[in-house]
């Protein structure tokens, strides 16, 4: 592992594993055939099976909730503590997935920060475009009140990334108030920039195993439609930096969206926050969903779950990070 330090901020490059590789290259092969297809509405059956197929915990269990009139599942590990509780928002890039598809990968973060966590039904586009997803995550932070929770950190992966930095940006500019104190996000993969003008849609786009350019961009157009994508509700990129609280962020070195999470961190680094990008080699998008099968999946959420555990528990916490 090798490390480079700004501000005291670190980012890691983790190598690749030689078994996770030969996984990886299986996976590649079989992917080959689908890469840069577009999505279409019928693609959501197939996107939440695939997130079915996500290797489950035997210490988790699930129910049926509402928080904030938003619709939802909840996640509870064997163990948690009250006033605590993680939101994860789901990926799909703004048009796919769902709680009940993604249980079971939240369930291993929850299981390791030891926190119950709720998963939004956020609405989809293209028949709730934008930004009819960001209105749904403002209204399950603000409903958490309604549940006692005091303490919150906010997961997302992919497109789910792209909404918890806009909320967590939302929050340190007391643009959504709620009586929680937001401890802390983490982010797997996030979609920081619908501007797409990352230089990785290039360097990256034949070691990405999933996405090209033009696919994503109809993604975008679908999902803003006329509005700006430097919006910072659409882009966190472009958003409120200074006074966020610490940020995680795991991504795929194979991944057009690398320059997304790198980008994201130098800025938040330079506008002083409590930041950290680890950068997988060899991983593709979503790889942590892969877990059991692939090592560097179990790394990255047992890294993850240690930071929320110890954000969510830190003691007399306040919102330093506003002031």
Request: cysteine-free.
């Amino acid at each position: 592992m090798s490390t480079s330090e700004s501000l005291g901020n670190v980012v890691v490059m983790h190598p690749l594993d030689p078994e996770d590789a030969s996984i990886i290259s299986r996976i590649r092969t079989a992917a080959r055939p689908q890469k840069g297809m577009p999505w279409r509405i019928e693609a959501r059956k197939p996107y939440d099976a695939l997130l079915e197929g996500v290797s489950p915990r035997d210490d988790v269990t699930f129910e049926p909730g509402t928080v904030g009139d938003i619709p939802g599942l909840w996640v509870y590990p064997a163990s948690s503590r009250s006033g605590e509780a993680i939101l994860h928002f789901h990926g799909g890039w703004f048009h796919a997935g769902s709680a009940r598809a993604y249980r079971h990968l939240v369930g291993h973060i929850a299981a390791r920060a030891g926190a119950r966590a709720f998963v939004p039904d956020y609405r989809l586009a293209p028949e709730h475009p934008f930004p009819a997803a960001v209105d749904d995550v403002l209204a399950t932070y603000r409903g958490m009140d309604d549940r006692g929770i005091r303490r919150i950190a906010i997961t997302g992966d992919s497109a789910g990334g792209n909404l918890a930095l806009v909320l967590a940006a939302s929050v340190a500019g007391n643009e959504v108030s709620a009586k929680a104190i937001l401890v802390g996000a983490a982010a797997f993969s996030p979609v920081t920039d619908l501007t797409l003008s990352g230089a990785t849609y290039e360097t990256r786009a034949e070691a990405d195993l999933y996405f090209t350019r033009p696919q994503v961009a109809e993604l975008v157009r679908s999902y803003l439609g006329s509005v700006d994508a430097n919006d910072p509700l659409a882009s966190p990129l472009q958003g409120r930096l200074p006074g966020l609280p610490p940020i995680r962020i795991h991504v795929g070195d194979d991944e057009v969206l690398l320059d997304d999470s790198r980008r994201y961190v130098e800025r938040a680094i330079a506008a002083g926050v409590d930041a950290r990008l680890d950068v997988w080699t060899g991983m593709p998008h979503g790889f942590v969903a892969i877990i059991g099968a692939v090592k560097a999946a179990a790394q990255a959420l047992d890294a993850s779950g240690l930071f929320l555990s110890e954000r969510l528990q830190a003691p007399h916490q306040t919102r330093q990070w506003e002031q």
